[in-house]
């Protein structure tokens, strides 16, 4: 446990001093435009063929129960690399400039908040992890009084193995500091529930929980389920 967590720090204190993820991905939750989900989708496609073009992969997300009420859009790429050339690139492109100076009005005025994430579980991974991912459940945590970073990774860690022995596609996401989102994901939601429902029937994890309530490593913030939409 001791060589678990050490290692944990060393990648905690890499994550927090700049941009090194492989598998990353900038989020931007906006209400829906003029109310219509169609409408909000033809929206994003104008963005959506700029920022493909620059080396982006997009998607639409939709929060779903317990969510915000909000449609992501979604910029995932590769490396850190990859994102810090798009955003060099983005910053001058014509196309872009064009887009965002016609629309800064409604986009403004709909984003709710943006965001930008790393995959803490597997750094050197890509951003092809998703595939095949088309539901969403996540948590986000903050560190417990008295514990630390470590101490939650370690413990999401633990939940890590559990949940991949159901096929849960278990990923841990964070932006360096603030709070830590574990996500859970499948190919659609009567897949997923029937997962949740034998992991739920392991005494594996009954023992792991139990230990989790009774010493918990983390702080509950926030839950919310969430939908591929393109």
């Known amino acids: 446990m001791r060589n678990l967590r050490n290692g944990i720090c060393a990648l905690l204190m890499v994550l927090m001093s700049s941009h090194v993820y492989s598998d990353g991905f900038e989020a931007w939750?906006?209400?829906?435009?003029?109310?219509?989900?169609q409408g909000t989708i033809e929206w994003f496609d104008g963005a959506k063929a700029v920022h493909e073009r620059l080396g982006g992969s997009v998607e639409y997300w939709q929060h779903d129960v317990m969510g915000n009420n909000v449609i992501s859009y979604i910029i995932r790429f590769n490396t850190g690399e990859d994102w810090a050339s798009f955003k060099d690139e983005l910053s001058s492109d014509d196309a872009w400039q064009s887009w965002i100076n016609a629309n800064y009005a409604t986009f403004s005025s709909h984003l709710v908040e943006s965001f930008n994430l790393g995959n803490m579980l597997d750094p050197n991974g890509a951003s092809s992890v998703w595939d095949g991912i088309n539901v969403v459940g996540f948590?986000?945590?903050?560190?417990?009084?008295?514990?630390?970073a470590?101490?939650?990774m370690a413990s999401m860690q633990e939940s890590v193995v559990i949940q991949s022995k159901f096929d849960l596609n278990p990923m841990i996401y964070s932006a360096g500091l603030g709070a830590i989102y574990f996500v859970l994901g499948g190919e659609n939601w009567t897949k997923f529930q029937a997962n949740v429902a034998k992991r739920n029937q392991s005494q594996e994890w009954v023992d792991y929980w139990t230990a989790a309530g009774q010493d918990p490593a983390g702080e509950f913030v926030q839950q919310a389920f969430t939908v591929r939409i393109r």
């Open 29 to 37: 939750d906006f209400k829906p435009i003029n109310g219509s989900l």
């Open 150 to 152: 470590a101490d939650l």
């Open 139 to 148: 948590s986000a945590w903050e560190v417990a009084e008295g514990k630390t």
